[in-house]
């Protein structure tokens, strides 16, 4: 018996560890790979146990089960004269729906220019990424993982200037204009 074992031993990790990796987008971990290291640039990176943490302390229901509903949260910030390339931002855009990521929004608003992909199995979002590119200010490249609902898109309140749209979204995607 141990002799199996031992034959299975690393075929199941490497099982294991493709299962880990399979919900991270290759084409976002290299552009936060690419920028994470310039001296100006704040990122945040909140995974499982804090999330759940922050959910134990969350003072409303509803926030609390959005933050059990999340796996993985990452902010990467770029300020004022740390402008990211308008053809890197183009060419993550384009990957990222390669990677099944689809189009769920996207606004213009006095050079403000905010996009958001969602990437969904079955009726579940798994993945959320917003970029928010405000010229001569900053940009915002966010991302989460988890399993929500699109009404959960709703409410969402993440204090990142550009994410307020969300509230604007039907409860249901049926309700909402089809490309």
């Given at each position: 018996?141990?002799?199996?074992?031992?034959?299975?031993?690393?075929?199941?990790?490497?099982?294991?560890?493709?299962?880990?990796?399979?919900?991270?987008?290759?084409?976002?971990?290299?552009?936060?790979?690419?920028?994470?290291?310039l001296e100006?640039?704040?990122?945040?990176k909140?995974?499982?146990?804090?999330?759940?943490?922050?959910?134990?302390?969350?003072?409303?229901?509803?926030?609390?089960?959005?933050?059990?509903?999340?796996?993985?949260?990452?902010?990467?910030?770029?300020?004022?004269?740390?402008?990211?390339?308008?053809?890197?931002?183009?060419?993550?855009?384009?990957?990222?729906?390669?990677?099944?990521?689809?189009?769920?929004?996207?606004?213009r608003?006095e050079?403000?220019?905010?996009?958001?992909?969602?990437?969904?199995?079955?009726?579940?979002?798994?993945?959320?990424v917003?970029?928010?590119?405000e010229?001569?200010?900053?940009?915002i490249?966010?991302?989460?993982?988890?399993?929500?609902?699109?009404?959960?898109?709703?409410?969402?309140?993440?204090?990142?200037?550009?994410?307020?749209?969300?509230?604007?979204?039907?409860?249901?995607?049926?309700?909402g204009?089809?490309?």
């Amino acid at each position: 018996m141990i002799s199996i074992s031992r034959y299975l031993l690393l075929p199941l990790c490497l099982l294991l560890s493709t299962v880990t990796l399979w919900g991270q987008s290759p084409s976002l971990e290299a552009f936060y790979q690419r920028y994470e290291k310039l001296e100006a640039v704040s990122q945040v990176k909140l995974q499982g146990w804090l999330l759940e943490m922050a959910a134990e302390y969350s003072d409303e229901a509803e926030a609390e089960r959005l933050l059990k509903e999340l796996s993985y949260v990452r902010v990467m910030i770029f300020p004022e004269g740390q402008a990211v390339e308008k053809q890197a931002v183009k060419d993550l855009v384009k990957s990222l729906k390669g990677e099944s990521f689809g189009e769920l929004m996207q606004i213009r608003d006095e050079g403000t220019r905010v996009d958001i992909l969602t990437r969904e199995e079955n009726e579940s979002i798994t993945g959320l990424v917003a970029l928010i590119n405000e010229p001569n200010e900053q940009f915002i490249l966010l991302s989460l993982e988890g399993s929500l609902r699109f009404k959960d898109l709703r409410r969402l309140r993440i204090n990142v200037d550009g994410m307020e749209h969300l509230e604007k979204l039907p409860e249901q995607r049926a309700e909402g204009p089809r490309p």
